[in-house]
């Protein structure tokens, strides 16, 4: 569920569907070095395929891999939890950083503790932050 809050920011009130909370990505800092190159050509070429083709082509087959292992386990995890009744995590984020996480029951007190949290936050009275450090005034 999407809500403002009085300061104007948006918030998402939601079930997190995996057991686990993604985690968030980073830009890559790759460390090379330069040995001494014979010729213009040859530092061009390596630093053309070396530092932007090879490592932007690894990243996409990295992220393709995990978002197709994350497509393939999700009806299984999702099934199996409500199959089984296990419990739900309702969890709030500014935009999209976490900020609030709580372990409810099933799937029904879910729905209406994430009503609950959005109405709260609608009014001006947000969740005790339970997640990382405080916020970005941009978010």
């Known amino acids: ?6 300061e104007g920011r948006t918030w998402r ?6 057991p686990w ?8 800092d790759p460390s090379l070095t330069i040995e001494a190159v014979d010729g213009l ?5 390596f630093l053309v395929f ?21 497509l393939l386990i999700l009806p299984v995890v999702v099934l199996l939890r ?7 995590w309702v969890e709030a984020r500014i935009g999209f950083r976490p900020y609030w996480e709580e372990e409810v029951g099933a799937w029904s007190q879910s729905r209406d503790r994430i009503r609950a949290v959005a109405g709260a936050i609608e009014r001006g009275d947000p969740p ?12």
């Open 82 to 88: 409500v199959a089984f009744g296990h419990r739900w």
């Open 41 to 45: 050509a040859a530092l061009v070429l």
């Open 128 to 139: 005790h932050r339970t997640l990382g450090s405080e916020p970005d005034p941009e978010d």
């Open 50 to 70: 070396g530092l932007i083709i090879l490592p932007l082509l690894s990243i996409v087959v990295v992220l393709a891999l995990e978002w197709l292992l994350v």
């Open 13 to 18: 009130v939601t079930r997190r569907w995996l």
């Open 21 to 28: 909370r993604p985690r968030r990505r980073r830009g890559l």
């Open 1 to 6: 569920m999407k809500v403002r809050d009085p």
